[in-house]
């Protein structure tokens, strides 16, 4: 079945350890993104990538970075986790910039 | 960065209607998304909206008016199936897609 895989499902990660959390889509969409999402404060863009080869940074890229290296992944990195990146992370894709985003299942990632 | 607001919650009971709505102000615009989330889950496409006016599949409807920077989401005939987040999303000037909080829709039977 077609569509955006994340991995791992959830996580309980040690504060100061880095963690990469996966995405992988086989849609050969152009854009992804990777959104974080908290209680009380809806989804929030951290980073986007509008191709392969290029990212961005959005909302709340502090302590994130990302990677495009082809179309069909997009991993997203913490550093040195600290509790306040504790949340649900979604990753998405878009064919072209006009159209809906697609959403993976989400990782809950818990850093304590 | 963008200001998108909507209630955060509202209950309805079954088969009645409930409108959702979501004002928006942002640098550019490229289109206004809904989508809905149940809990636990990943968020799913509802509607699109760029040019004024309403669209319309099945029970769902959305309404758009750009001048206004305003928005909403009108469910029919509620079921409990409906029960769950509903997320107002726009596209800036740049493409990139912000969402409001969210509002939980809760029908009771």
């Known amino acids: ?68 290296a082809n179309t069909d992944d997009f991993p997203l990195t913490l550093a040195s986790a600290v509790p306040s990146q504790t949340s649900v992370y979604f990753c998405a894709s878009s064919d072209y910039a006009e159209s809906p985003l697609h959403f993976g299942n989400g990782t809950r990632l818990t850093v304590t | 960065g963008q200001n998108i607001d909507q209630p955060t919650e509202m209950t309805a009971t079954e088969g009645a209607i409930v409108q959702i709505n979501c004002t928006y102000q942002t640098s550019g615009f490229n289109g206004l998304f809904w989508y809905q989330q149940h809990a636990g889950e990943a968020p799913t496409f509802l509607s699109y909206n760029v040019l004024d006016g309403l669209e319309e599949k099945g029970r769902f409807s959305s309404f758009l008016s750009r001048s206004k920077g305003y928005s909403y989401l009108l469910l029919k005939e509620l079921q409990m199936k409906d029960s769950a987040s509903y997320l107002c999303a726009v596209r800036d000037g740049d493409y990139k897609l912000s969402f409001g909080a969210g509002t939980t829709v809760t029908v009771r039977a």
Do not use: F
């Open chain 1, 1 to 68: 079945i077609a569509g955006i895989t994340q991995a791992p499902t959830s996580q309980i990660l040690a504060a100061g350890r880095r963690m990469t959390l996966r995405c992988t889509q086989d849609m050969r969409h152009n854009a992804m993104y990777w959104y974080r999402q908290d209680l009380g404060l809806g989804l929030r863009l951290i980073h986007y990538s509008n191709t392969a080869g290029t990212t961005g940074k959005g909302e709340v890229p502090d302590g994130y970075s990302v990677s495009r």
